[in-house]
């Protein structure tokens, strides 16, 4: 099975979260990955904060991450995908941020499952699987 990681797993396995990273370490390195937007955000996140020791760890722990999950790209396919989320969405009068869109269509552009911590949320979008790895299986 293959597993597309969200911001906020990817934020909670660069605090140490013990119920993410065992599940990682579980699963094999070509089964993860991490999107594109799920990068941006992150960079903007410890961008954003003044310059400390804080950031700089921050920093170092995102580039760690980064160089050790390989990263999803975004295909025309991940784009078609991200239309279809929005239009859907939108025609049922539910909003949706355009990364968590993205975000989603990531996965289901390489058929795989979500992991978030916002699973509800994103149970809305038709089609994607979803999985929160700090809940007990």
Not at 24 to 43: F, G, N, T
Request: charged content about 30%; overall charge negative; aromatic content about 6%.
């Amino acid at each position: 099975m293959k597993y597309v990681l969200d911001t906020n797993v990817v934020s909670a396995l660069m605090r140490g979260a013990a119920g993410d990273l065992e599940r990682l370490r579980r699963e094999a390195k070509q089964d993860v990955s991490i999107p594109q937007p799920v990068r941006a955000e992150l960079a903007y996140g410890i961008e954003r904060l003044p310059r400390s020791g804080r950031r700089d760890r921050l920093r170092a722990r995102y580039q760690l991450i980064c160089d050790e999950i390989p990263h999803a790209l975004w295909t025309d396919e991940v784009s078609r995908r991200f239309g279809i989320i929005k239009a859907a969405l939108e025609r049922r009068g539910e909003r949706i941020e355009d990364f968590d869109a993205a975000i989603a269509a990531h996965a289901l552009a390489l058929s795989a499952v979500l992991v978030s911590a916002n699973a509800d949320h994103m149970q809305r979008i038709e089609g994607l699987e979803t999985e929160d790895w700090e809940q007990p299986a």
